[in-house]
């Protein structure tokens, strides 16, 4: 399949700034979007999800915003907690013959400093 | 809590074995997903089920396989075990599996080939 990936594996900042975690992808028939949270030890958790006739998305603290232009997909995150500290995976959807799958990239790990 | 249940959380075992992983999907979902999470892979997608039948296959090696029960639990076999195959397997469920929707993911099944 097609690649989506992050352009940063790393990533710190300070408690109380906004986070910006940057994402690419290159299938231009992705459709879907959307942004998983990885703590240690935990599965995958939705964070917030975007689909393609949109450009930006607004939920608690996080906003997507989706580039289909230069096929680039961002999270915001606002007042950056210790909790928001993990990895951080977008994932994209498109569809293949009669299958449509979540594909994932490779993650950024979010640090929050003290 | 995703609402997705995963037994057991680890597993040791050693190679040439075999090991079954279970999934309990989220009341009102009908389609089970696997994923192998592994330090240098990432989340890759291995196969999907929908309402008891297969419906996509990612990269599932034919020593794996997987079913879905009439309760619409899920169980993931993996046989003649290899040092390599040690990995996190994540079960995750969605309402449709039509794609397009977000995943629930479980915690994961540590599973350690010695």
């Known amino acids: 399949g097609e690649n989506v990936g992050l352009h940063l594996p790393t990533l710190s900042v300070q408690e109380g700034d906004n986070s910006i975690i940057n994402c690419a992808y290159s299938?231009?028939?992705?459709?879907?979007f959307i942004w998983y949270k990885q703590e240690s030890g935990k599965g995958p958790q939705f964070i917030i999800d975007i689909r393609s006739n949109m450009d930006k998305r607004q939920g608690q603290r996080v906003t997507v915003l989706l580039n289909k232009t230069v096929k680039h997909l961002s999270l915001q995150i606002a007042a950056t907690q210790p909790g928001d500290s993990a990895v951080y995976f977008c994932a994209e959807t498109s569809k293949s013959g009669s299958a449509r799958q979540l594909t994932f990239g490779s993650g950024t790990q979010l640090t929050v400093l003290p | 809590d995703s609402g997705v249940t995963q037994t057991p959380k680890h597993l040791i075992t050693a190679t040439g074995q075999r090991v079954t992983l279970r999934c309990s999907p989220r009341s009102g979902d009908l389609s089970v997903y696997w994923y192998q999470q592994s330090l240098d892979q990432g989340l890759q997608f291995l196969i999907q089920y929908y309402n008891g039948e297969e419906r996509a296959k990612g990269n599932i090696l034919e020593r794996f396989s997987a079913q879905q029960f009439p309760d619409l639990h899920s169980e993931l076999n993996l046989s003649s075990l290899e040092l390599g195959d040690s990995a996190l397997y994540f079960c995750?469920?969605?309402?449709?599996?039509?794609?397009?929707?977000?995943?629930?993911f479980g915690s994961g099944t540590q599973l350690s080939v010695l």
């Open positions: 299938n231009s028939a992705s459709d879907y």
């Open positions: 995750a469920s969605s309402v449709a599996g039509q794609g397009g929707e977000k995943l629930f």
